[in-house]
Protein backbone atom coordinates (compact mmCIF):
# COMPACT_ATOMS: atom_id res chain seq x y z
CA UNK A 1 0.00 0.00 0.00
CA UNK A 2 0.88 3.05 -0.87
CA UNK A 3 0.11 5.22 2.18
CA UNK A 4 2.27 6.47 4.54
CA UNK A 5 0.58 7.26 8.15
CA UNK A 6 -2.84 5.26 8.95
CA UNK A 7 -5.87 5.40 7.37
CA UNK A 8 -9.43 4.86 8.72
CA UNK A 9 -12.27 3.37 6.95
CA UNK A 10 -15.75 4.12 7.88
CA UNK A 11 -16.92 1.53 6.00
CA UNK A 12 -17.96 -1.13 9.03
CA UNK A 13 -20.68 1.45 9.64
CA UNK A 14 -22.59 4.36 9.28
CA UNK A 15 -21.31 7.67 11.14
CA UNK A 16 -22.45 10.86 12.04
CA UNK A 17 -21.75 12.84 8.29
CA UNK A 18 -19.22 15.62 8.81
CA UNK A 19 -21.54 17.54 5.84
CA UNK A 20 -24.89 17.97 6.94
CA UNK A 21 -27.20 17.96 3.23
CA UNK A 22 -30.41 19.65 4.23
CA UNK A 23 -33.03 20.48 1.69
CA UNK A 24 -31.98 24.17 0.92
CA UNK A 25 -28.81 24.42 2.48
CA UNK A 26 -25.69 21.97 3.37
CA UNK A 27 -23.74 23.18 6.90
CA UNK A 28 -20.51 21.99 8.54
CA UNK A 29 -21.26 20.15 12.05
CA UNK A 30 -18.96 20.97 14.85
CA UNK A 31 -15.54 19.56 15.27
CA UNK A 32 -16.77 17.67 18.63
CA UNK A 33 -18.81 16.19 16.44
CA UNK A 34 -16.33 15.27 13.80
CA UNK A 35 -13.66 14.02 16.33
CA UNK A 36 -16.48 11.93 17.96
CA UNK A 37 -17.03 10.34 14.24
CA UNK A 38 -13.28 9.47 13.84
CA UNK A 39 -13.62 7.89 17.39
CA UNK A 40 -16.35 5.61 16.24
CA UNK A 41 -14.85 4.80 12.91
CA UNK A 42 -11.11 4.03 14.15
CA UNK A 43 -12.90 1.46 16.82
CA UNK A 44 -15.99 -0.40 14.68
CA UNK A 45 -18.01 -2.68 16.71
CA UNK A 46 -18.20 -6.43 15.11
CA UNK A 47 -21.27 -7.74 14.29
CA UNK A 48 -22.08 -10.69 16.50
CA UNK A 49 -24.88 -12.20 13.91
CA UNK A 50 -21.90 -12.68 11.59
CA UNK A 51 -21.11 -15.60 13.41
CA UNK A 52 -22.96 -19.13 14.05
CA UNK A 53 -22.20 -21.34 17.77
CA UNK A 54 -20.13 -23.18 16.30
CA UNK A 55 -17.68 -20.41 15.43
CA UNK A 56 -17.93 -20.97 11.85
CA UNK A 57 -19.28 -18.01 9.51
CA UNK A 58 -23.33 -18.24 8.56
CA UNK A 59 -23.57 -17.36 5.67
CA UNK A 60 -26.95 -16.51 5.68
CA UNK A 61 -26.34 -14.06 9.14
CA UNK A 62 -23.44 -12.55 6.59
CA UNK A 63 -25.76 -11.95 3.44
CA UNK A 64 -28.41 -10.47 6.29
CA UNK A 65 -25.33 -8.01 8.26
CA UNK A 66 -24.12 -6.83 4.56
CA UNK A 67 -27.38 -5.53 3.46
CA UNK A 68 -28.51 -3.51 6.56
CA UNK A 69 -24.84 -2.46 6.32
CA UNK A 70 -25.99 -1.10 2.34
CA UNK A 71 -28.99 -0.21 3.80
CA UNK A 72 -27.55 1.86 6.56
CA UNK A 73 -24.20 3.43 4.66
CA UNK A 74 -25.15 6.06 1.70
CA UNK A 75 -22.28 6.08 -0.33
CA UNK A 76 -23.05 1.88 -0.83
CA UNK A 77 -26.79 3.06 -2.09
CA UNK A 78 -27.55 4.41 -5.69
CA UNK A 79 -27.36 8.01 -6.41
CA UNK A 80 -30.51 9.77 -5.66
CA UNK A 81 -30.68 12.33 -8.69
CA UNK A 82 -32.47 15.24 -6.64
CA UNK A 83 -29.69 15.08 -4.18
CA UNK A 84 -27.96 18.79 -3.37
CA UNK A 85 -23.76 17.55 -3.16
CA UNK A 86 -21.69 18.57 -0.61
CA UNK A 87 -19.54 20.57 -2.49
CA UNK A 88 -15.76 21.98 -2.31
CA UNK A 89 -15.45 24.45 -0.03
CA UNK A 90 -17.64 22.75 2.26
CA UNK A 91 -15.44 19.47 2.35
CA UNK A 92 -12.54 21.91 2.40
CA UNK A 93 -13.90 23.45 5.24
CA UNK A 94 -14.68 20.38 6.75
CA UNK A 95 -11.34 18.66 6.74
CA UNK A 96 -9.73 21.65 8.11
CA UNK A 97 -11.68 20.96 11.64
CA UNK A 98 -9.46 18.05 12.21
CA UNK A 99 -6.16 20.62 11.83
CA UNK A 100 -4.56 20.70 15.45
CA UNK A 101 -2.72 23.51 17.14
CA UNK A 102 1.01 21.86 18.00
CA UNK A 103 0.02 21.76 21.53
CA UNK A 104 -2.70 19.56 20.16
CA UNK A 105 -5.62 21.25 20.89
CA UNK A 106 -8.02 21.72 18.48
CA UNK A 107 -9.58 25.06 19.77
CA UNK A 108 -6.26 26.75 20.12
CA UNK A 109 -6.72 27.11 16.25
CA UNK A 110 -8.45 30.50 15.72
CA UNK A 111 -10.61 31.14 12.32
CA UNK A 112 -7.74 33.03 10.96
CA UNK A 113 -5.17 30.48 11.26
CA UNK A 114 -7.21 27.50 10.18
CA UNK A 115 -8.47 29.27 7.16
CA UNK A 116 -4.57 29.84 6.22
CA UNK A 117 -4.16 26.44 6.97
CA UNK A 118 -2.98 25.08 2.52
CA UNK A 119 -5.62 22.59 1.24
CA UNK A 120 -6.63 21.22 -1.94
CA UNK A 121 -9.68 19.36 -3.28
CA UNK A 122 -10.50 16.99 -6.00
CA UNK A 123 -13.62 15.58 -7.53
CA UNK A 124 -12.79 12.16 -8.54
CA UNK A 125 -14.10 8.82 -8.83
CA UNK A 126 -14.25 6.03 -6.09
CA UNK A 127 -11.92 3.53 -8.53
CA UNK A 128 -9.69 6.63 -9.37
CA UNK A 129 -8.59 7.04 -5.64
CA UNK A 130 -8.47 3.23 -5.07
CA UNK A 131 -5.73 2.86 -7.68
CA UNK A 132 -4.29 5.79 -6.21
CA UNK A 133 -4.09 5.31 -2.63
CA UNK A 134 -4.96 1.03 -2.10
CA UNK A 135 -3.52 -0.07 -4.91
CA UNK A 136 -6.94 -1.16 -6.09
CA UNK A 137 -8.30 -2.31 -3.08
CA UNK A 138 -11.28 -0.31 -1.87
CA UNK A 139 -14.65 -0.85 -0.08
CA UNK A 140 -16.47 -3.48 -2.26
CA UNK A 141 -20.17 -2.17 -1.44
CA UNK A 142 -19.12 1.20 -3.08
CA UNK A 143 -19.12 1.71 -6.87
CA UNK A 144 -15.82 2.48 -8.62
CA UNK A 145 -17.16 5.38 -10.34
CA UNK A 146 -18.88 7.06 -7.50
CA UNK A 147 -18.36 11.05 -7.22
CA UNK A 148 -15.71 11.24 -4.28
CA UNK A 149 -13.97 14.65 -2.73
CA UNK A 150 -10.44 14.10 -2.00
CA UNK A 151 -8.83 16.88 0.01
CA UNK A 152 -5.53 17.18 1.36
CA UNK A 153 -4.66 19.00 4.43
CA UNK A 154 -1.01 20.28 5.07
CA UNK A 155 -2.20 21.26 8.46
CA UNK A 156 -0.82 18.97 11.71
CA UNK A 157 -3.11 15.90 12.95
CA UNK A 158 -1.96 13.44 15.66
CA UNK A 159 -2.26 9.55 14.77
CA UNK A 160 -4.71 8.64 17.71
CA UNK A 161 -5.23 5.47 17.48
CA UNK A 162 -0.86 4.46 18.12
CA UNK A 163 -0.82 1.60 20.48
CA UNK A 164 -1.33 1.98 23.75
CA UNK A 165 2.03 2.60 25.38
CA UNK A 166 3.60 4.74 22.68
CA UNK A 167 3.77 7.94 22.03
CA UNK A 168 1.10 9.67 19.70
CA UNK A 169 2.95 10.37 15.95
CA UNK A 170 2.30 13.50 14.75
CA UNK A 171 1.90 14.57 10.92
CA UNK A 172 2.02 17.20 8.88
CA UNK A 173 -0.44 16.25 6.12
CA UNK A 174 -3.55 13.94 5.90
CA UNK A 175 -6.18 13.02 3.40
CA UNK A 176 -9.98 13.02 3.54
CA UNK A 177 -12.34 11.01 1.69
CA UNK A 178 -16.10 12.28 0.97
CA UNK A 179 -18.82 11.03 -0.64
CA UNK A 180 -19.78 13.92 -3.16
CA UNK A 181 -23.67 13.03 -3.84
CA UNK A 182 -23.98 12.65 0.28
CA UNK A 183 -21.41 14.11 2.34
CA UNK A 184 -20.68 11.36 4.01
CA UNK A 185 -17.05 10.26 5.85
CA UNK A 186 -15.61 7.33 3.78
CA UNK A 187 -12.21 7.62 5.34
CA UNK A 188 -9.41 9.79 6.20
CA UNK A 189 -5.61 8.89 6.57
CA UNK A 190 -3.08 11.06 8.84
CA UNK A 191 0.15 11.08 7.71
CA UNK A 192 -1.69 10.26 4.15
CA UNK A 193 -1.26 12.65 0.93
CA UNK A 194 -3.32 11.58 -1.81
CA UNK A 195 -1.53 13.55 -4.79
CA UNK A 196 1.62 12.36 -3.67
CA UNK A 197 0.30 8.25 -4.10
CA UNK A 198 -0.94 9.51 -7.55
CA UNK A 199 -4.08 11.16 -7.77
CA UNK A 200 -4.22 13.53 -10.37
CA UNK A 201 -4.54 17.59 -8.48
CA UNK A 202 -7.21 17.83 -11.50
CA UNK A 203 -10.73 17.23 -10.82
CA UNK A 204 -12.00 14.17 -13.20
CA UNK A 205 -15.39 14.69 -12.77
CA UNK A 206 -17.89 18.12 -12.67
CA UNK A 207 -20.59 18.35 -9.88
CA UNK A 208 -23.90 19.17 -10.65
CA UNK A 209 -25.71 22.59 -10.22
CA UNK A 210 -27.42 23.34 -7.26
CA UNK A 211 -30.56 25.75 -8.15
Given amino acids: MKIQGTLQSTRSRRHTVAITIALASIAVVSGTAISAQIASAANPTPDPTALSLTGKT ?48 MANLTEEERAAIPAQSVLATYGEVTAAMFEGRGDPDIAVDRPVWVTVVHGLIRNDSAPVGTKDVVHDVYTTIYDAPTGDLIAFGTGADAFADGLSKTSSLTAPASD
Avoid at 65 to 74: D, L, M, T
Fill in 58 to 105: DSVAVEKAHQERVENFPPAQPIDPTSVWATEQQVVSASKLLSQAPQGK
